[in-house]
């Protein structure tokens, strides 16, 4: 599967745990981005790498949020200290080197359920 | 500042007839728009793109979707719904190099 790949699917987690996702993106594609869904709703921009740089970050993404991309491939999206209004749906996405507008290809997302 | 918004929550439609997805955008510039498509447990699909070029853009499946910039539209259409295009739909443009703009969604619902 060539596609956007991220894991787990879902997670359950106690309230006040952290919680570590991970996408991998196309391998050719240098800009990868995470997004949330809430249920009924859009999508919401979170953070935005281009190769390993941290290039913007949603006002969304509180101090409790933390994304790297270490190496410029894959990528990991931290949550401390999880609360019940982090329960939404992760969604990750990559794109090739900008052309007038990329595509971004999304994974099939990671489904986080905070009781 | 970027922004879209469709038009209609919901939309029902008879299998056979013709679909029509309502999306208005708001710009400061020439935008990118972008439809894309969310099957129930499946990740996002792009449907099609608008990048400055025809403003007729043809995508998957066939759909179809036309830039008016005297309306701010950028409404989907597809001549006869199929059962399969029961889903949920979302306009986008984008804001930046590294930032889609996705409006509420439109569910699609198709009857035999």
Redesign the interface.
């Known amino acids: 599967d060539t596609g956007v790949s991220q894991d787990p699917r879902h997670k359950i987690t106690k309230r006040g745990q952290n919680v570590t996702f991970r996408c991998d993106p196309i391998s050719e594609h240098n800009r990868l981005y995470w997004y949330r869904q809430t249920l009924g709703q859009g999508p919401e921009f979170l953070t935005y790498f281009q190769n390993e740089a941290q290039l913007e970050k949603s006002r969304l993404l509180s101090d409790r949020f933390s994304a790297e991309r270490p190496k410029g491939s894959f990528s990991t999206l931290e949550i401390q200290r999880t609360e019940q209004g982090d329960s939404a749906m992760y969604l990750c996405a990559s794109s090739p080197p900008l052309g007038p507008a990329s595509e971004a290809f999304f994974g099939q997302g990671t489904r986080l359920t905070v009781v | 500042a970027q922004s879209v918004t469709q038009l209609d929550s919901h939309v029902s439609v008879s299998e056979g007839t013709p679909v029509l997805l309502r999306c208005n955008y708001s710009s400061s510039y020439s935008p990118?728009l972008?439809w894309?498509v969310q099957h129930p447990?499946?990740?996002?699909?792009?449907l099609l793109?608008y990048?400055?070029a025809a403003t007729l853009v043809k995508g998957i499946n066939g759909f179809e979707a036309e830039f008016k910039k005297s309306e701010t539209s950028f409404h989907l259409t597809k001549p006869s719904a199929h059962m399969s295009d029961a889903a949920e739909y979302?306009c986008v443009v984008?804001k930046?190099?590294?930032?889609?703009?996705?409006?509420?969604?439109t569910t699609l619902q198709v009857k035999p």
């Open positions: 990118s972008f894309y447990n499946k990740g996002l699909q792009l793109k990048t400055s979302f984008t930046g190099p590294g930032k889609l703009i996705f409006g509420q969604g």
